[in-house]
């Protein structure tokens, strides 16, 4: 970080550590967030959790709420932890701490404290569920600076809810309110952990007016856009500034929650599935335990893997730490229906998602006195079945020979100017579409992947992957373009589209692709597009052109990047410029054979390396054209020839593959897309799919198995032994299947 960077967030940050004399406690010594459970020789509580649940409560709700019914349902769930109302906005207990509001029907009762009895009576660990984002009249009036403000000084109010205020990061509110009441819970409850709803999140940043921020703008030189702006100078100042910010927060927090209470974690809310803003890399450094806050699909189109996608991205920065992810019982999307529950099969395939991508479900419904409570019963079947299956959802080490690069600086900051919509040549673009389009490629070709994120290509991170692609990973760090190539030197092989490499990580263009040798052709300009009506033509056999009958032409990408030539013999597919398409009388090709090539199709030594300079990845997503698909899935399987596949599965439908090294044994989940509700929310009912012939290879091929498992269907497989695989048939898949070797 620039000295001056540094120096703006010293001037926000300046004795944020003191406390009102009322309320600070002895300092003690902060230790790591697994020291307790170091001293002992065990791991901490929640790294070993493996389901938990939440009950949101409204402000009404001391006055119905049924405790024991609650914590009997939640214990009947077999749940190792429950979230639980704490204090922020409104305090379910009797606070002590100046300016947080006690929740007006509270009556005399302590809800936090009877609710935290109740669920260790039943065995539950507590969560105590914070909010620091809003604030009544009275914290404003008494601490004015504590608020966000607007470019016109007024302090920002909620939308829905307009007598709460904002309050900002950069305040003492974070510093020192928010401590004070922690402080305050450990000491009367001794929580096993807080959480904070709404914060810090991975979305974009946002822009606040206040007195401190304005100092801070003041430091960096000016006031950064509104909206995100790679190519601002300012924004990447505040972009530092702000991950510090956050970072800072988080360690202040965690050693806070510790103090007297060594065990106990502190985790914030963060998701967002592949659309991320926020460094991840430096959230997943930080966080001993990543929220994913993606309760279902929020986007009526979105696809139905989300909750998957949102599994990988999260395990691409923590590794081995805990991931948890939130499921909605309530109906997500827009509108959303917060006491209106989701349809069983939606919320299943969610619960499904988070199991199979390595993740721990997190239950959550809100309000305590229901009056739809057709979410309850489906909820506790799944739970009960991954209670009786818990030792097959310990993962160890995933199976997968593939990786995906996870671009986070291209979704962060791709095309963005400081406006709410992104551009490309004047067409509004989602950078998300170019790994969806892969996404759905490797799904139609039943490939079992992970997610490396591109900050994390260190030679320890890549030695399991033989394969590693990257959908227009346009905006890399040198480091990182120096890491793919010497994956490529060290044999692996490489997909790579569009404008990969062709800008730094803040998206200033080099002269040239950072990865050209590789392509071993060059940029020759800005990228051309959008062209609709062009093809690219077929000129040589290649195995990532097979079974394409009957033409010699498959449609082209919307945008491409124009390259040098290559030599006739290794032109496997040519670009063919777009031409008219109305009226039918002028629809013809101007020209029919070029030397510009559609493809970039090489082997060098044992690494191959697939470039496509068009977005044949977005193309394929957004006009769901299946030779886009085939194209791209038939080169996947091409750069991974001859590295066995962990898993093969034939049979009609859509799902997802995931292969684990877990503690019982391999396992092989399966999660069924199939649905006509597959890219529109929500899923009515399942479509079973089956049979379905499995060969999973053996991690280790002196294995014998002595049975394999259908958890779900709760039935012995057969199964032959042959060649270090295991070969049996799948009957049946509904929601969902795990294949259990033993």
């Not at 009275?138 to 829905?160: I, Q, Y």
């Not at 985790?267 to 803003?277: A, F, S």
């Not at 069983?344 to 395939?349: I, P, S």
């Not at 709760?714 to 898949?733: E, I, K, M, S, Y």
């Amino acid at each position: 970080m620039s000295q001056v960077t540094r120096r703006a967030f010293m001037a926000a940050s300046a004795a944020t550590l003191t406390l009102p004399a009322s309320l600070a406690e002895p300092a003690r010594e902060r230790s790591s967030p697994a020291a307790g459970a170091a001293a002992n020789g065990s791991r901490p509580w929640y790294e070993t959790m493996r389901r938990c649940g939440q009950l949101n409560l409204n402000e009404i709700d001391p006055r119905t709420i049924n405790i024991a019914a609650w914590m009997d349902y939640w214990a009947r769930l077999k749940m190792d932890a429950v979230l639980i109302n704490g204090g922020g906005i409104l305090a379910f207990y009797p606070t002590q701490v100046p300016y947080q509001r006690q929740c007006p029907y509270l009556d005399g009762r302590d809800i936090f404290g009877e609710m935290s009895a109740a669920a260790r009576a039943r065995g539950l660990r507590v969560v105590a569920r914070m909010d620091c984002n809003f604030a009544y009249q009275e914290a404003l009036d008494a601490h004015p600076e504590w608020f966000a403000r607007n470019r016109d000084g007024s302090v920002r109010r909620n939308a829905d809810s307009p007598w709460l205020f904002q309050t900002c990061m950069f305040s003492r509110y974070f510093t020192e309110q928010m401590p004070a009441i922690y402080r305050e819970i450990n000491r009367r409850y001794s929580p096993d952990g807080f959480f904070t709803n709404g914060w810090p999140s991975t979305g974009p940043l946002t822009v606040c007016y206040c007195d401190n921020c304005r100092k801070i703008y003041h430091a960096i030189g000016g006031t950064p856009p509104e909206f995100t702006d790679a190519a601002s100078p300012v924004y990447r100042k505040f972009y530092a500034v702000s991950m510090e910010r956050i970072a800072h927060i988080w360690k202040l927090w965690s050693g806070v929650v510790r103090e007297g209470h060594p065990d106990s974690v502190y985790v914030g809310n963060l998701g967002g599935g592949l659309r991320t803003v926020k460094d991840l890399k430096t959230l997943g450094e930080t966080a001993a335990w990543f929220n994913a806050d993606n309760q279902g699909r929020w986007n009526p189109d979105s696809p139905l893997w989300e909750c998957a996608q949102q599994g990988r991205v999260a395990r691409s920065v923590m590794g081995d730490k805990t991931v948890t992810n939130v499921t909605g019982a309530y109906c997500t999307g827009y509108p959303d229906w917060r006491h209106s529950s989701k349809p069983a099969a939606e919320m299943q395939l969610w619960l499904a998602q988070t199991a199979a991508s390595g993740m721990v479900p997190w239950l959550h419904w809100l309000g305590a006195s229901p009056r739809d409570i057709r979410w309850q019963a489906p909820a506790r079947r799944f739970y009960d079945w991954l209670a009786e299956n818990q030792a097959h959802f310990v993962n160890r080490r995933s199976l997968a020979r593939i990786a995906v690069l996870y671009p986070q600086s291209t979704i962060a900051f791709y095309r963005a100017r400081g406006e709410r919509e992104r551009k490309l040549q004047g067409l509004a673009i989602d950078p998300v579409d170019y790994l969806q389009g892969l996404y759905y490629a490797l799904l139609e070709g039943r490939f079992a992947f992970d997610f490396i994120h591109q900050e994390n290509l260190t030679p320890e991170a890549l030695r399991p992957y033989t394969t590693l692609l990257a959908p227009n990973a346009a905006y890399l760090r040198d480091g990182e373009c120096a890491a793919l190539r010497n994956f490529v030197t060290a044999g692996g092989s490489l997909l790579a589209t569009f404008e990969t490499s062709r800008y730094n990580e803040w998206g200033e263009a080099r002269e040239d692709f950072g990865l050209r040798e590789l392509w071993q052709v060059s940029a020759l300009g800005d990228a051309i597009g959008p062209k609709d009506n062009s093809y690219m033509r077929m000129n040589l056999p290649h195995p990532a052109l097979a079974g394409f009958r009957g033409t010699r032409m498959l449609p082209g990408p919307q945008f491409r990047v124009p390259v040098s030539h290559l030599p006739a013999g290794e032109l496997y597919m040519s670009v063919i410029p777009a031409y008219p398409a109305f009226p039918p009388e002028m629809v013809w090709p101007r020209v029919r054979h070029t030397l510009e090539p559609a493809a970039v199709l090489r082997q060098q030594g044992r690494a191959r390396v697939a470039y496509f300079p068009g977005d044949i990845d977005r193309t394929a997503w957004i006009s769901g054209n299946p030779d886009l698909n085939r194209l791209l899935a038939q080169t996947v399987a091409w750069l991974a020839e001859g590295t066995p596949a962990p898993a093969r599965v034939r049979g009609a439908g859509i799902f997802e593959l995931f292969a684990w090294e877990t503690e019982a044994g391999p396992a092989l989940h399966i999660v069924n897309y199939t649905n006509p509700n597959m890219t529109k929310a929500y899923a009515r009912r399942l479509y079973p799919i089956g049979p379905l012939r499995v060969t999973f290879r053996l991690p280790d091929p002196t294995l014998k198995p002595r049975r394999v498992r259908a958890l779900r269907a709760g039935a012995n497989l057969p199964f032959t032994l042959r060649d270090g695989a295991v070969h049996c048939t799948v009957p049946r898949v509904e929601d969902y299947e795990v294949i259990a070797i033993e």
